[in-house]
């Protein structure tokens, strides 16, 4: 015999759903995520010494891919704290 369990939160493929339907703490934790990747991509770009091009082409290549994962199922939101992400990057 089966048992299930009702629970508030579960992640399935690294997205983080819960019972309420709100993707507020998933889109937290991809900011986190995004944050760490952007500031070692900063740290590169400086020792390398990149041009601005280039360093754009990166964050659309990398960090673009973190901010955007599992999206589809986010609706139309508040999506503020990844649209924060991004613009302090090219502050």
Do not use: R
């Not at 500031?39 to 010494?49: A, D, E, V």
């Not at 990398?62 to 704290?81: A, D, P, Q, R, S």
């Amino acid at each position: 015999m089966v048992h299930f369990a009702i629970v508030s939160e579960f992640k399935y493929l690294g997205a983080l759903f819960n019972k309420s339907g709100s993707f507020y703490k998933e889109k937290n934790h991809i900011a986190k995520q995004a944050t760490n990747a952007i500031s070692n991509l900063i740290c590169k770009c400086k020792s390398l010494k990149l041009p601005i091009n280039m360093q754009i082409d990166l964050f659309n290549k990398m960090i673009k891919l973190i901010l955007l994962y599992g999206c589809e199922c986010w609706g139309f939101g508040n999506n503020y704290v990844l649209e924060k992400v991004q613009s302090n990057y090219w502050s």
